[in-house]
């Protein structure tokens, strides 16, 4: 060990601005804040989207549609997915709870059954709603599709 080879240790320089701790901090005075307006005051927060005054972006683009808040929102699940499930697992009764081990779905979802693919085995499943498609598959099979 010689003089040459002697460091800080990690961590200890580079100290972090102290502002507003006096003019001998070199950060007194305005506290790197500037003269005036509102960013110089204490408790001031910049709204989100606030573009310094002129009008917003998003008070600037028309508005159109309508956004129904009564909607239902349905995870969709095709009947080849389940006929892939089954053949997987070998269950010919499927439950939401079956679904969401199997990962398909979450428990927040609502599933709706899809008539996308085909359906070659009997199946008893239950789900929140099923597509005309998709009830007459399960039933020409001898299944049956229940509504929770």
């Not at 779905?105 to 008893?124: A, E």
């Amino acid at each position: 060990m010689k003089l040459h080879n002697l460091t800080p240790s990690t961590g200890s320089l580079g100290r972090e601005k102290r502002i507003g701790r006096g003019e001998g901090s070199g950060h007194g005075g305005t506290s790197t804040r500037g003269h005036k307006g509102a960013q110089s005051r204490s408790g001031y927060s910049r709204k989100k989207g606030f573009e310094g005054g002129q009008m917003p972006l998003q008070r600037r683009l028309p508005k159109f549609g309508f956004n129904n808040i009564n909607r239902v929102e349905f995870k969709a699940v095709n009947l080849s997915t389940l006929q892939t499930l089954v053949e997987k697992t070998g269950v010919s009764t499927l439950t939401i709870d079956t679904l969401i081990e199997a990962g398909l779905v979450s428990r927040n979802h609502k599933v709706k059954v899809l008539g996308n693919g085909t359906l070659t085995v009997k199946l008893d499943i239950s789900a929140h709603a099923f597509s005309k498609a998709a009830v007459a598959q399960i039933e020409a099979q001898q299944g049956t599709a229940t509504i929770i």
